[in-house]
Each structure stands twice: as C-alpha cells, then as structure tokens.
Nanobody
Framework: QVQLVESGGGLVQAGGSLRLSCAASGRTFSSYAMGWFRRAPGKEREFVAVITWSGGNTYYVDSVKGRFTIARDIAGNTGYLQMNSLKPEDTAVYYC??????????????????WGQGTQVTVSS
C-alpha cells in the first residue's frame, strides 16, 4: 500500500508559478512510476505528466510541454510538479498517482494503483 498526499496548490495570477509536491509513504515509493493528472470543472480527469521510477524518463501532455517539469526525490519519497507560465486553462484539481505498471508512458488513470486526494490550483487572468 502506498499513501500519497499532495500539497502546494493555491491561487496564482496568469504567468506565475507553483510547485506541487506529492509525499509518499508506505511501500517503497522508489519502485513506482509517478504521474500527475488534473480535473477541471465539468471535465474528465486529464493526464499531465509522468516520470519513471528511476527518474530517467518523463512524458508530458502537449499543452504543458516547456512549462511544467516533473521530478522526484527518491530518497525523500517525494515527487514534484513545477508549473511555470501558468494559464487560466491550467485551473484544476491536481492529483498525483503511483503505479508499478511499466508500460510507459502511462497516460490513462486506470494504469495507476494509488492516488492522492488532490490539491486545487487556480490561475486568474
């Protein structure tokens, strides 16, 4: 069992930055790939980014490429999503997720085993 807790969300103006954190506890988080998803009001959960257990591979949805960076601190059992140049359309609840699935790039929710509770990100125009 892996428990995930997100933090770092908040209200920011367009063009600003936020860094989300995902603290993991339980089983060895280092053996899990970690992903970030988001759900905007009235929309389905959307894949944002994923990083392999080793940190060697990453993958992003096109809409965030060049603006968001996913990273992980294996020793600290923590994952991160650095979000720069934020836009109003980035407003959503952001979730981190973990999986032992190795079929990269792991872009669908059902490929993940564990989820955090989510953190709200609101970008004002």
């Amino acid at each position: 069992q892996v428990q995930l807790v997100e933090s770092g969300g908040g209200l920011v103006q367009a063009g600003g930055s936020l860094r989300l954190s995902c603290a993991a506890s339980g089983r060895t988080f280092s053996s899990y790939a970690m992903g970030w998803f988001r759900r905007a009001p009235g929309k389905e959960r959307e894949f944002v980014a994923v990083i392999t257990w080793s940190g060697g591979n990453t993958y992003y949805v096109d809409s965030v490429k060049g603006r968001f960076t996913i990273a992980r601190d294996i020793a600290g059992n923590t994952g991160y999503l650095q979000m720069n140049s934020l836009k109003p359309e980035d407003t959503a609840v952001y979730y981190c997720a973990a999986t032992r699935n190795v079929r990269f790039p792991l872009t669908t929710p059902r490929q993940y085993d564990y989820w955090g509770q989510g953190t709200q990100v609101t970008v004002s125009s």
